[in-house]
């Protein structure tokens, strides 16, 4: 199941503290910082964890520039850990801006970071004052990606924001690709000279001094631009609020599949608390007017329950699409979205209160700056009370009284089912969650599967989410490798349906619950533990161990939660796993623990992309 036509590749996250080499002007409106020195080699940090060495592959490459705050004595920023980073919490000094690698020369030892010059942007004043010799924290990048594959042409467009990424993409491009790129700068003097292969247009677009994020260029030049044959890819970047528009119209207009669009925000016009443009400081921040010491306030609002029903609810209508690019009377917006008036004029009128809509005087509504959030795709995917993550926090919530009162909760009170039985049961749930899975596993497959652990193995048997996805990466990987994926019957169905078939993959209905029937070199539990609660999680691991050949081992992989850097989404996944499940996230003496239970030691314990862990298990004895 290809996500994006783009394949990506992800690898540890970093920090590292850099030299500032060089500070040139590329035009007048972009300045480039060249960085260097030793800590772009692999090295170890002062706290004893690995930093691998730096790599950027990608031409839109990102990672993060750590900036000094007026009331810190030092840069705050993260420390390295195993695999990921420990960010600093609640911690409003803390300063940083993502940017892409312009240039990256690993021979030379010298990364080049373009930075447009404009307004009282922290990392803009940053740029326009630094000097060589000074030093610099940067964080990532933890992934790349190259040059569509399977496209018969490619579609580019961004801002001056964009252009550090679109002018390393044309240096990178592949000889005989098509592409049309468009280029939106402040003014003509700040184009660049960027190389033009065979086949490719590049047009510049001038504001004419118009501020940045004000006009509608690039939505223009995209509608506007020659449809040519075949399969395209569409990589548009810029400010965020500008790009919808284009992403809808490529959507509803152009019919285009999710893995032909890459459609990302690099920054938001928002205003800034600063009078005077050279007095900014890096910790300049946007203004907020409303302040944040009323603790009683803000207790209400954790409290609140309806904010977060009614903005799905507005998400589910497609209340968004519906009032497109202008305002709107109740009336037509409930002919939009087949509701009825009177209840969506008192919805409406609720989302004004919570500043995402606003009544104009003459009776109509627009959403406002914050309600065009309801116009993002994830959004939409995240809140969509139809879809599979509203259903799962719905679910998690309703059943959370239960489960903390008793152990287990009582989705089934609720829905008639338990969790796993509800989406299995459901075609359209359980497409959304293979396919939800399957864009998860992306990130750790592939790295899963170059794991020393697989090297040599002839059979492996996987099991959990996205077993489909990590079958594919290991006989990928390794050629004689045999994967067969245990499932229950109908997640077998989406499996076949979500992958192509594979000679050496096969599909046994079943569960780990039970006796393998067959032996085999290894067991992949990938993530599969964490919907298990401790009593059945000890048997899964006891059935695992059973079914190995001699010397075989028992393999679990899966995020282990970390206390020192876990935040409120862990926790709120934790808590929500538990309530559906009885099982949920296990930091390391939790998985010790199934572990000896089970009677198996651990062999070796791996950090695998993000932080993740790949334990190898064998016998006690």
């Given at each position: 199941?290809?996500?994006?036509?783009?394949?990506?590749?992800?690898?540890?996250?970093?920090?590292?503290?850099?030299?500032?080499?060089?500070?040139?002007?590329?035009?007048?409106?972009?300045?480039?910082?060249?960085?260097g020195g030793p800590e772009l080699a692999a090295h170890t940090a002062a706290n004893g964890h690995p930093v691998a060495a730096f790599r950027s592959d990608?031409?839109?490459?990102?990672?993060?520039?750590?900036?000094?705050?007026?009331?810190?004595?030092?840069?705050?920023?993260?420390?390295?850990?195993?695999?990921?980073?420990?960010?600093?919490?609640?911690?409003?000094?803390?300063?940083?801006?993502?940017?892409?690698?312009?240039?990256?020369?690993?021979?030379?030892?010298?990364?080049?970071?373009?930075?447009?010059?404009?307004?009282?942007?922290?990392?803009?004043?940053?740029?326009?004052?630094?000097?060589?010799?000074?030093?610099?924290?940067?964080?990532?990048?933890?992934?790349?990606?190259?040059?569509?594959?399977?496209?018969?042409?490619?579609?580019?467009?961004?801002?001056?924001?964009?252009?550090?990424?679109?002018?390393?993409?044309?240096?990178?491009?592949?000889?005989?690709?098509?592409?049309?790129?468009?280029?939106?700068?402040?003014?003509?003097?700040?184009?660049?000279?960027?190389?033009?292969?065979?086949?490719?247009?590049?047009?510049?677009?001038?504001?004419?001094?118009?501020?940045?994020?004000?006009?509608?260029?690039?939505?223009?030049?995209?509608?506007?631009?020659?449809?040519?044959?075949?399969?395209?890819?569409?990589?548009?970047?810029?400010?965020?609020?500008?790009?919808?528009?284009?992403?809808?119209?490529?959507?509803?207009?152009?019919?285009?599949?999710?893995?032909?669009?890459?459609?990302?925000?690099?920054?938001?016009?928002?205003?800034?608390?600063?009078?005077?443009?050279?007095?900014?400081?890096?910790?300049?921040?946007?203004?907020?007017?409303?302040?944040?010491?009323?603790?009683?306030?803000?207790?209400?609002?954790?409290?609140?329950?309806?904010?977060?029903?009614?903005?799905?609810?507005?998400?589910?209508?497609?209340?968004?699409?519906?009032?497109?690019?202008?305002?709107?009377?109740?009336?037509?917006?409930?002919?939009?979205?087949?509701?009825?008036?009177?209840?969506?004029?008192?919805?409406?009128?609720?989302?004004?209160?919570?500043?995402?809509?606003?009544?104009?005087?003459?009776?109509?509504?627009?959403?406002?700056?914050?309600?065009?959030?309801?116009?993002?795709?994830?959004?939409?995917?995240?809140?969509?009370?139809?879809?599979?993550?509203?259903?799962?926090?719905?679910?998690?919530?309703?059943?959370?009284?239960?489960?903390?009162?008793?152990?287990?909760?009582?989705?089934?009170?609720?829905?008639?089912?338990?969790?796993?039985?509800?989406?299995?049961?459901?075609?359209?749930?359980?497409?959304?969650?293979?396919?939800?899975?399957?864009?998860?596993?992306?990130?750790?497959?592939?790295?899963?599967?170059?794991?020393?652990?697989?090297?040599?193995?002839?059979?492996?048997?996987?099991?959990?989410?996205?077993?489909?996805?990590?079958?594919?990466?290991?006989?990928?990987?390794?050629?004689?490798?045999?994967?067969?994926?245990?499932?229950?019957?109908?997640?077998?169905?989406?499996?076949?349906?979500?992958?192509?078939?594979?000679?050496?993959?096969?599909?046994?209905?079943?569960?780990?619950?039970?006796?393998?029937?067959?032996?085999?070199?290894?067991?992949?539990?990938?993530?599969?533990?964490?919907?298990?609660?401790?009593?059945?999680?000890?048997?899964?691991?006891?059935?695992?161990?059973?079914?190995?050949?001699?010397?075989?081992?028992?393999?679990?992989?899966?995020?282990?939660?970390?206390?020192?850097?876990?935040?409120?989404?862990?926790?709120?996944?934790?808590?929500?796993?538990?309530?559906?499940?009885?099982?949920?996230?296990?930091?390391?003496?939790?998985?010790?623990a199934l572990f000896d239970a089970a009677g198996l030691r651990l062999v070796e314990r791996t950090t695998i992309g993000w932080g993740y862990t790949l334990?190898?298990?064998?016998?006690?004895?």
């Amino acid at each position: 199941m290809a996500q994006s036509l783009r394949h990506l590749e992800v690898f540890p996250i970093t920090t590292r503290t850099l030299d500032v080499l060089r500070v040139t002007d590329v035009t007048p409106g972009m300045r480039r910082v060249t960085l260097g020195g030793p800590e772009l080699a692999a090295h170890t940090a002062a706290n004893g964890h690995p930093v691998a060495a730096f790599r950027s592959d990608g031409f839109d490459d990102e990672f993060k520039v750590l900036l000094q705050h007026p009331d810190a004595e030092t840069v705050v920023g993260p420390t390295q850990a195993d695999g990921l980073l420990h960010w600093p919490r609640d911690d409003a000094r803390m300063v940083s801006r993502t940017y892409t690698v312009r240039r990256w020369d690993p021979v030379a030892g010298e990364l080049d970071v373009d930075f447009v010059i404009h307004g009282v942007g922290p990392a803009s004043t940053w740029a326009s004052r630094v000097r060589p010799g000074e030093r610099v924290q940067i964080a990532g990048p933890k992934s790349s990606s190259l040059h569509p594959e399977g496209a018969d042409w490619t579609l580019v467009a961004g801002d001056e924001t964009a252009l550090p990424a679109i002018g390393r993409w044309l240096e990178q491009w592949p000889a005989g690709a098509r592409g049309q790129v468009f280029i939106e700068v402040g003014h003509p003097d700040h184009r660049q000279d960027l190389p033009l292969p065979d086949g490719v247009t590049v047009t510049w677009l001038s504001r004419d001094g118009a501020e940045p994020g004000t006009t509608t260029l690039l939505f223009d030049a995209v509608r506007q631009a020659p449809w040519w044959a075949g399969t395209v890819f569409v990589w548009v970047a810029g400010e965020s609020r500008t790009l919808t528009p284009i992403r809808r119209w490529l959507r509803n207009e152009k019919a285009l599949a999710k893995e032909q669009v890459d459609v990302t925000g690099y920054w938001r016009r928002q205003p800034v608390a600063v009078d005077d443009p050279h007095s900014a400081r890096p910790g300049d921040a946007p203004v907020d007017a409303e302040g944040s010491g009323n603790e009683a306030q803000r207790f209400h609002e954790l409290t609140e329950v309806l904010p977060a029903f009614a903005a799905r609810t507005a998400v589910t209508f497609g209340l968004a699409t519906a009032f497109g690019e202008r305002p709107r009377t109740v009336a037509e917006l409930a002919a939009a979205t087949g509701t009825d008036p009177v209840g969506l004029g008192k919805l409406v009128r609720y989302l004004a209160a919570l500043d995402l809509t606003e009544r104009l005087d003459d009776g109509r509504y627009r959403l406002t700056d914050l309600g065009r959030e309801l116009e993002d795709d994830h959004v939409i995917d995240t809140l969509h009370l139809d879809g599979l993550p509203a259903r799962r926090e719905l679910g998690g919530a309703l059943s959370l009284w239960s489960a903390v009162r008793t152990g287990r909760g009582d989705h089934a009170r609720w829905f008639g089912a338990d969790y796993a039985r509800h989406v299995q049961d459901d075609p359209a749930l359980l497409a959304a969650r293979t396919a939800h899975e399957a864009r998860e596993a992306v990130y750790v497959a592939g790295a899963l599967a170059a794991a020393s652990a697989f090297v040599g193995l002839s059979t492996v048997t996987v099991s959990g989410p996205a077993a489909g996805s990590f079958a594919a990466a290991l006989v990928k990987v390794h050629p004689a490798l045999r994967a067969t994926v245990v499932a229950a019957p109908s997640e077998i169905d989406a499996f076949r349906g979500a992958y192509p078939a594979h000679e050496r993959i096969g599909y046994e209905a079943g569960s780990l619950l039970g006796p393998r029937p067959v032996p085999t070199d290894a067991v992949l539990l990938a993530d599969a533990l964490r919907s298990l609660t401790d009593v059945d999680a000890v048997h899964v691991l006891r059935q695992a161990a059973a079914g190995l050949n001699p010397g075989g081992r028992v393999l679990v992989f899966g995020d282990v939660l970390d206390p020192e850097v876990a935040d409120e989404h862990d926790y709120e996944d934790d808590l929500i796993d538990f309530a559906l499940h009885g099982g949920g996230a296990r930091d390391r003496e939790g998985h010790r623990a199934l572990f000896d239970a089970a009677g198996l030691r651990l062999v070796e314990r791996t950090t695998i992309g993000w932080g993740y862990t790949l334990h190898a298990l064998g016998p006690r004895n």
